[in-house]
């Protein structure tokens, strides 16, 4: 609901306000399918089998993740804690059970945000345009969610990913130089450039100040 603008020193105008209580992500059933042979389903922790073959995908796909902030999508005995923090879908392929794909997402309540944090596909499904569709898909339940926004940190010679998000709406923030480590193995890490990206959902750009205030250059 909008409502009149507080006039607090700190905080610059926006044309609407919303009530704290109104703060709250509201997740729909996550049901769906992609090419009727992949269903969109949430990872149960009571599922061991869901959970090693995701494990598996993420060393797979993102080894460089070992000693990082998401290493533990890595080891299957310590989804439990995963779970508790981050919603993570899978697509799961309805003729043999495998899982195809997965999405780890980071919601955030206190801000009402979503990071898309790590999407990775099995090798033996790649080239199908996959992480695409699944990945408007999953755009898709973060809005109807109640999120107001969107974010993505790709590395910049993620090219393909970039692609994905510009065309869901996503625009380009910055330019982080260095912003991750990186294991490069051999006990070894390196730094890692990416490029910020958001979105706005439900109308949330409305609560946005009028105006930036940025530091000007004497």
């Known amino acids: 609901m909008a409502g009149s603008i507080p006039r607090l020193g700190n905080i610059c105008p926006s044309s609407e306000t919303k009530e704290m209580n109104e703060r ?5 059933k996550v049901t769906g399918t992609i090419d009727d042979r992949f269903r969109i389903t949430t990872l149960d922790l009571l599922d061991r089998d869901k959970i090693e073959q995701t494990a598996r995908m993420y060393r797979l796909g993102f080894p460089e993740l070992f000693g990082g902030v998401y290493e533990n999508l890595h080891f299957p005995t310590r989804y439990g804690d995963l779970i508790e923090q981050m919603k993570i879908l899978i697509l799961q392929d309805m003729q043999n059970g495998k899982i195809a794909s997965a999405w780890a997402l980071t919601p955030s309540e206190a801000n009402m945000s979503v990071e898309f944090s790590l999407t990775v596909t099995d090798p033996d499904y790649r080239g199908r345009g996959l992480c695409k569709k699944f990945t ?10 109640g999120a107001e926004q969107g974010i ?8 393909a990913t970039q692609k994905i998000f510009e065309k869901l709406g996503f625009e380009k923030q910055a330019v982080l130089r260095g912003f991750i480590v990186a294991n490069v193995g051999n006990g070894r890490y390196a730094r890692d450039n990416v490029v910020m990206y958001t979105k706005f959902y439900n109308g949330a750009e409305r609560l946005c100040p009028l105006k930036m205030q940025l530091l000007e250059r004497v």
């Open 24 to 28: 709250k992500l509201v997740w729909p």
């Open 136 to 145: 408007k898909k999953v755009d898709k339940l973060v809005k109807e969610a």
């Open 152 to 159: 993505v940190y790709c590395a910049t010679f993620h090219k």
